[in-house]
């Protein structure tokens, strides 16, 4: 009993050593997503937390919203990177357990007949579980990083998400206040033309030319509608907005472009440095690597429990003695299992090289993307809008000297629709492709969201045979 004490203790002793952290590894998470959107995500596990996060959002629901306060919206307020938090917790929970000892197991065995009562008792511990315990916190530790590196990865596409959405809702909502403008300028024109028809100061050809020109308004104008309430509703989803939130106030206009564009230094080496793609890629490589290790450690010997064990038999003297539990390999030395693991560590491998190989292309496609869609902006802002506002003052100009009639600024008006809405779209895809590029040098994919829990799923692979 002594012994099977001493055993106790340090089975107790062991399973301390192996605890939570303070922070449930959220800091790590904190520090990545910080250093790449600029913002802190919110962990709410506790009713407090909820409460405040609850809070915040009820406050940024009832200012103007801006592309900052949007993101800080999203990360406050989407369930499903909360989700994604809770894989920390997974992650963490096996950690912990790696780095403590198998409980024991009892055994109690009674027979009786022919006068005699036996009675045998059984304590057995997994002795291999204690040798092996350091390797296989190891792999643990990598997956729990990796699970830091995911939450953070989800973070920043939830932060993308958001920003774009942003983007997209402020320019359809700027456009239906445009189309609305000039379907009011159709609406004037073509009643002017039907009483000028009446009166017999115009022809019937041209007053269609209008009345087409205000049928194609409104066609204009309903279509930017929905197209508005979708851009709103994408928004709405990516903040994670409930109905009793949906009263957001989008500003009227885009920002207006910056003085100079963004010319990164060594961007594929950046991408190669920050991204968090390539990291979780690496990491997913080394855990495999780990993993692999420890498949070969326990390739022969699958389960070795040993114990203390006593016998009695009732008017006999108890017996004492210890007992070893071992699985012997008769029909199965491990070969499959350990194939499977190095068959997984050439593909984690193989998508780290092609991972790298996406991620410089990204870098590049994204920035031309950028500075493609910053030069159009410029052009439409330097050129465009201003030469059609010069023309517009001098039509103007010509209908004041009785030169032009009404109708004549009236096609000029319809002259500049095109110039307008190409001005507006081409600052909206300005400021999407500024995101996508941010996103490419430091976080994924620019436009394609993380699933949450992917990186759990694929770490836990090479697990499966231990």
């Known amino acids: 009993m002594m012994r099977l004490t001493a055993v106790a203790a340090a089975s107790l002793l062991l399973a301390g050593c192996a605890s939570f952290s303070p922070d449930g590894g959220f800091n790590e998470v904190d520090a990545l997503a910080r250093e790449r959107i600029g913002q802190s995500p919110s962990l709410q596990r506790s009713a407090d937390a909820q409460s405040a996060a609850a809070a915040r959002v009820a406050q940024l629901v009832k200012q103007p919203l801006t592309a900052d306060s949007a993101v800080e919206l999203a990360l406050l307020n989407n369930a499903a990177l909360q989700a994604s938090y809770a894989e920390l917790g997974v992650a963490e929970a096996d950690l912990v357990r790696a780095g403590r000892w198998a409980n024991p197991s009892f055994s109690f065995g009674r027979q009786s007949g022919r006068g005699s009562v036996d009675i045998d008792r059984a304590v057995l511990f997994d002795v291999l579980g204690l040798f092996t315990m350091p390797v296989a916190r190891q792999v643990e530790q990598r997956r729990f990083e990796q699970a830091q590196i995911q939450a953070a990865l989800d973070t920043v596409a939830v932060a993308q998400a958001a920003r774009q959405a942003y983007f997209e809702a402020v320019a359809a909502q700027q456009l239906v206040g ?31 030319r209008e009345q087409s020109f205000y049928a194609d308004a409104t066609a204009n104008l309903a279509r930017t509608q929905h197209q508005a309430v ?8 990516a903040l994670g907005l409930t109905r009793d939130q949906l009263g957001i106030q989008l500003p009227e206009r885009l920002p207006d472009l910056p003085a100079v564009p963004l010319e ?15 990291r979780l890629a690496k990491r997913s490589a080394e855990a495999t690597a780990r993993s692999l290790g420890l498949s070969q450690a326990t390739r022969f010997v699958n389960v070795l429990h040993a114990g203390y064990a006593n016998a009695s038999a009732t008017g006999e003297r108890r017996t004492n003695g210890y007992e070893i539990e071992l699985a012997l390999p008769l029909f199965d030395f491990g070969s499959a299992r350990v194939a499977r693991t190095e068959a ?31 030069d159009l902006a410029r052009h439409y802002r330097d050129e465009v809008v201003p ?46 492709a500024q995101t996508h590029l941010q996103t490419a040098l430091t976080s994924g994919s620019p ?15 090479p697990a499966g045979g231990h």
């Open 344 to 374: 997984i560590y050439l593909q984690a491998l193989n998508r780290t090289a092609a991972i790298a190989v996406q991620a410089q292309s990204e870098v590049r496609e994204s920035y031309s993307a950028y500075r493609t869609a910053y």
């Open 264 to 278: 990164p230094r060594d961007a594929e080496q950046t991408a190669m440095d920050q991204r968090l793609d390539v």
């Open 178 to 208: 445009y189309f609305g403008q000039v379907k009011e300028a159709a609406e004037t024109s073509n009643e002017l033309a039907r009483r000028m028809v009446a009166a017999g100061n115009f022809s019937r050809l041209a007053q269609m």
């Open 387 to 432: 030469l059609r506002k010069r023309i517009s003052e001098e039509n103007l100009l010509r209908y004041n000297g009785m030169l032009t009639s009404v109708f004549d600024l009236l096609a000029d008006a319809k002259d500049q629709i095109a110039g307008v809405v190409g001005a507006v779209e081409s600052l909206r895809d300005f400021w999407v």
């Open 230 to 237: 979708a851009a709103k509703e994408r928004l709405v989803r």
């Open 447 to 461: 436009g394609t969201p993380s699933a949450p829990g992917a990186a759990r799923t694929a770490a836990a692979s």
